[in-house]
């Protein structure tokens, strides 16, 4: 199962406990995210699954424009 939406880490709570569900029936579970994660993810929560980034643009004046956020995360945020 991926989770996706806007942007999942919105609700990091919910995520969490719906990824966790999964991994309990035995799921394959994977995490899109734009990457402005921010302090709204725990490693706990992003974990060793797969991403998925969903990168909207390099440029910062074309990302802030899609986005609204003054600047597009770091590499390291994948």
């Known amino acids: ?39 709204r993810a725990e490693d706990a929560l992003i974990g060793d699954r797969p991403r998925a980034a969903d990168i909207k643009a390099f440029d910062a004046d074309v990302y802030h424009t899609l986005t609204a956020a003054t600047s597009p995360p770091s590499a390291s945020a994948y």
């Open 1 to 39: 199962m991926t989770v996706s939406g806007g942007e999942s880490l919105l609700q990091p709570a919910f995520t969490a406990a719906v990824l966790r569900r999964c991994k309990e029936c035995g799921l394959y579970t994977a995490l899109d995210t734009s990457g402005f994660l921010g302090a």
